[in-house]
């Protein structure tokens, strides 16, 4: 691929032109929004020049609603040899562009599976895309040269590419992603009106339950617009389970004790099968979770303990996989929990024993 | 407070008793688990000695179903001054105690919003409250002598003592714990069967709402078992709007335009009252959520890697408020977020790009 056009100069837009620029693609930019196009051709992603001759691939990165108009629309022009739109919703957008008569033998719908807190150009980077999975949406019509320079494209950005086709990738998000969104605000509706000594209790398990229900509403209406019946099928699913638990619970306050044990299997099958599913969700590397050895250490909230603690474990040579961070909450003091390797567990609890933290296994 | 009396020496238990022993209070332990008392008191605990004459204060830290016969027991016996349980659930032992003709003026129902992934004494640590909110539900038959004492106590763990009724407090956890706890498992159950590509494409916003869904089954039940009726009370709410959010799901599939305006107007609400109840969630130090800004680092995965950016952070004078570590899910690479001050954001990139650091803002 030489030669390339972004249409819509949004994070995603941005960041690709960013990564293709960088790695020797002659990259054109459009946007509607004359701001947002200026600083992303500030920013180096690419050329404010109208193309002159058809580019190797356009990718269309717009909102879910105007992909099949963008893409068609650019078909007309004759742009470009191929087509791509990176939505992240795939049958919607395929289905109304054949619909308005579009050429699906150069158009190819594919969706990155990577996104950030913030919008914008100014948000984006060329190493958004880098180790994510990118669905490529695969139909019998597409052409084969199309698919390689798509797949070129995923490799530029130097992310993982994922064949599905496009019903299969929209039910797939609506699992993974659409559906627990949804399932986060419903948790977190629930506090709007809470009493404040109740919203003092929360622990760590709410914080992490309800953090995505802070996403940007605006982004999720037009996501879920484009996605509303696989998104239903799930939460269908949920809210028979739900039924079933809310059952089970009346069941654990009946008086008669075949009724109370009935209650407590359901409720612990619902368990079982939670921790069942949790189990298969990718950890690091998109490998299976790995069970890490958590070290815990507790530590003042003066600048630089973070980075005498980090050095120190640094110093006996263990990577750290993850952490995380407990705060106390009404001490200026915290619990850092560092994991890695079990193997890897007592080398780092010694070393950090002997610079004279305190560790909490 | 000088002596005391901890009955059941798991995590709580235990934890209870090194905070008091090392604050200088003479604390005898019982189990009817032999390993677990011989474990505790080998931690330095307290002792194995029965107690000879009443202490100050029994701290009767046993499963939820356990209490009020515990409790009871030891009223009988006469081991202590006051009695005051931990358990997670305050309302029904209570009413258990005066059905079995137990002492409701010398006993207090209690419940410090702690725990771990681990359980049992050798998980216990005498920092297990610290900053942390310890509820006491006061009834109008307690003696002033042992609110106080149990004041003490929690002073001595160094918890902050929150005071609420103990219907409340049931509601309240069943709110922002109970519920929350059997949501994720429901989100994570619908993973056991999902197909493998599917599952591929899970980020961190599932891997967040999933987390607690890994819990240990056998504890969740007891609780549970315990809270049946304030948890169906919130789950039957979630049910009411669960319901609400597939029926604005289907009418986004609607052709009639002004159907699909209702849907989206449906879904908006949901989303912005998710926003708004998790704009109450405690962040920090128990204080509200600090918007801080975030400084994002793309790092490799070798060992040292972190330890240096926190070196060098620290060099900075910058106080790391929280850290986030996203790994690309192929490659050995990941992206660090440091959590600071807004104000200390430009300084704190500055800094790490003079050393070297590739910033992503």
């Given amino acids: 691929m030489r030669t390339a056009l972004v249409i819509g100069t949004g994070l995603i837009g941005t960041s690709i032109a960013l990564a293709l620029s960088s790695r020797g693609v002659r990259v054109h930019l459009e946007d ?38 963008s893409v068609a629309a650019a078909q007309r022009r004759g742009v470009a040899r191929g087509y791509v739109d990176v939505g992240s919703v795939k049958g919607g957008p395929g ?29 984006a ?33 130097r992310a993982v590419p994922v064949v599905m086709d496009a019903d299969s990738h929209d039910r797939a998000v609506a699992l993974v992603s659409h ?33 995505i ?19 239903a099928d799930v939460l269908s699913e949920v809210a028979a389970d739900l039924e079933e638990t809310v059952r089970s619970l009346r069941a654990l306050q009946a008086a008669d004790e075949a009724k109370r044990a009935d209650g407590a299997a359901g409720i612990e099958e619902l368990l079982r099968r939670g921790a069942a599913g949790r189990q298969r969700v990718p950890g690091k590397h998109g490998a299976a979770p790995t069970a890490y050895e958590t070290v815990a250490v507790p530590i003042s909230d003066r600048p630089g303990e973070l980075a ?8 006996a040579g263990v990577n750290i996989e993850d952490v995380r961070i407990e705060h106390a909450t009404a001490q200026q003091s915290g619990l850092v929990q560092l994991m890695v390797e079990p193997s890897a567990a007592p080398a780092l609890a010694a070393a950090l024993r002997e610079q004279g933290w305190s560790i909490r296994r």
Same sequence: chains 1, 2.
């Fill in 179 to 211: 559906a627990p969104q949804l399932l986060s605000s419903l948790v977190a509706a629930r506090l709007e009106t809470a009493e404040e000594s109740a919203v003092r209790l929360c622990g760590q398990g709410i914080r992490d339950v309800t953090r």
């Fill in 213 to 231: 229900a802070a996403s940007d509403p605006a982004m999720w209406i037009d996501i879920l617009a484009a996605n509303p019946g696989p998104v």
């Fill in 32 to 69: 509607s929004d004359d701001d947002s196009l200026r600083t992303a051709a500030a920013l180096g992603a690419g050329t404010e020049e109208p193309v002159a001759a058809p580019v190797d691939l356009a990718v269309v990165a717009v909102p879910p609603a105007s992909i099949a108009e």
């Fill in 95 to 123: 289905r109304e562009l054949a619909a308005r008569g579009g050429d699906l033998g150069s158009y190819l719908g594919t969706h990155p599976m990577a996104g950030r807190e913030r919008s914008g150009p100014l948000a």
């Fill in 308 to 315: 005498r603690i980090f050095a120190d474990a640094g110093r």
């Fill in 125 to 157: 980077t060329p190493d958004l895309f880098e180790g994510r999975p990118w669905v490529i949406a695969t139909t019998p019509a597409v052409d084969t040269e199309l698919l390689n320079l798509t797949l070129e494209l995923v490799a530029l950005c």
